[in-house]
């Protein structure tokens, strides 16, 4: 079955520093890659999403680009503030036809100033 | 900006009660989903539903579960006999289309004491 495997948490960087949090995923075929971002006391946000190989998604400064070649979609940002302190999953969605979304177990990074 | 809509925020229920969680999807989103985080746990789907029926459910979701469509707008998510460990944040979700992302609502947070 589907799978996804990111790095444990927490992580905590200072402000303006270089994130990454690793992410690599099992499907089969051409599964759509995702990342949501969950706030302290809020719900699942959709950060970015690519649905092809090689495809970049990007919001608010963060990146992820689809590497079918390494199963990997890792989550990159240049420089973090304090308001990214936040619980990250990745995510995929296969392509039978349903939108069954499998998550990862979440990275908890904090940023301080 | 349309949005997944779930009420209540916050339900506390004893033990060996029945529960009905509320979700009112993106109104014209055709597929439908519950999802469930186990607090400091992964998010785990639940159940998908498309078409007045369930398209694809979990192995946590048995007997004691079940989903509705009571009317064009509402998804309901019902527990009978709710156990201690059914405590956990309900996500409700839906998309629009298939191959699409879902959109999550930002939950109802489930104690059962």
């Known amino acids: 079955g589907n799978s996804v495997t990111q790095m444990e948490g927490p992580v905590t960087l200072s402000e303006e520093a270089f994130l990454t949090i690793n992410c690599t995923y099992t499907?089969?075929?051409?599964?759509?890659l995702f990342w949501y971002v969950q706030y302290p006391g809020e719900g699942l946000q959709l950060l970015l999403k690519?649905?092809?190989?090689?495809d970049k998604g990007s919001n608010k400064g963060f990146e992820a680009t689809y590497r079918k070649e390494t199963t990997s979609f890792h989550l990159e940002k240049g420089s973090v503030q304090v308001s990214d302190s936040a619980v990250y999953f990745c995510?995929?969605?296969?392509?039978?036809?349903?939108?069954?979304?499998?998550f990862g177990t979440g990275t908890k990074l904090q940023v301080i100033p | 900006e349309p949005e997944v809509t779930q009420t209540p925020s916050h339900q506390v229920t004893q033990m060996g009660q029945e529960v009905i969680l509320r979700c009112v999807p993106i109104?014209?989103?055709?597929?439908f989903y519950w999802y469930r985080q186990i607090l400091g746990q992964k998010v785990e789907f639940l159940v998908s539903?498309?078409?007045?029926?369930?398209?694809?459910k979990s192995e946590i979701f048995d007997d004691q579960f079940s989903v509705e469509r009571p009317d064009g707008s509402n998804f309901t998510l019902k527990i009978r006999s709710t156990k201690l460990e059914d405590s956990a944040m309900y996500f409700c979700?839906?998309?629009?289309?298939?191959?699409?992302?879902?959109?999550f609502g930002q939950g109802t947070r489930l104690t059962v004491v």
């Open positions: 979700a839906s998309s629009e289309v298939t191959g699409d992302e879902a959109f």
């Open positions: 499907a089969t075929g051409y599964p759509s």
């Open positions: 690519a649905t092809k190989a090689d």
């Open positions: 995510a995929l969605s296969d392509e039978r036809g349903y939108q069954k979304v499998t």
């Open positions: 109104s014209n989103h055709l597929y």
């Open positions: 539903f498309y078409n007045n029926e369930i398209s694809e």
